[in-house]
Nanobody, 112 residues
Framework: QVQFVESGGGLVQPGGSLRLSCAAS????????MGWYRQAPGKQRELVAI???????NYADSVKGRFTISRDNAKNTVYLQMNSLKPEDTAVYYC??????WGQGTQVTVSS
């Protein structure tokens, strides 16, 4: 029932930063966790970061120390702050509470 709209992607140079937003059409408070996923061309979708309703977080090894996931339940929005971006971060980024419900995604391209 809840739909998600990802935004904030774009073209950025290596070492740059982007802040992605995931706006839900309904409350995300009931979801135990929300996750950010990404899918690069020719690769499977992978889990990048998760955050629980209590604020606990975990990250893929490839983004630890560079990405930060957060949530604002009042705004029904999940964020992904991405710093020190690398070309290998290029992908379409999605948010999902269960790995089965997806928005349209937002394209992140890291290139010179």
């Amino acid at each position: 029932q809840v739909q998600f709209v990802e935004s904030g992607g774009g073209l950025v140079q290596p070492g740059g930063s982007l802040r992605l937003s995931c706006a839900a059409s309904g409350s995300i408070f009931s979801f135990y966790y929300m996750g950010w996923y990404r899918q690069a061309p020719g690769k499977q979708r992978e889990l990048v970061a998760i955050i629980t309703s209590g604020g606990s977080t975990n990250y893929a090894d490839s983004v630890k120390g560079r990405f930060t996931i957060s949530r604002d339940n009042a705004k029904n929005t999940v964020y992904l702050q991405m710093n020190s971006l690398k070309p290998e971060d290029t992908a379409v980024y999605y948010c999902s509470p269960n790995g089965a419900s997806w928005g349209q995604g937002t394209q992140v391209t890291v290139s010179s």
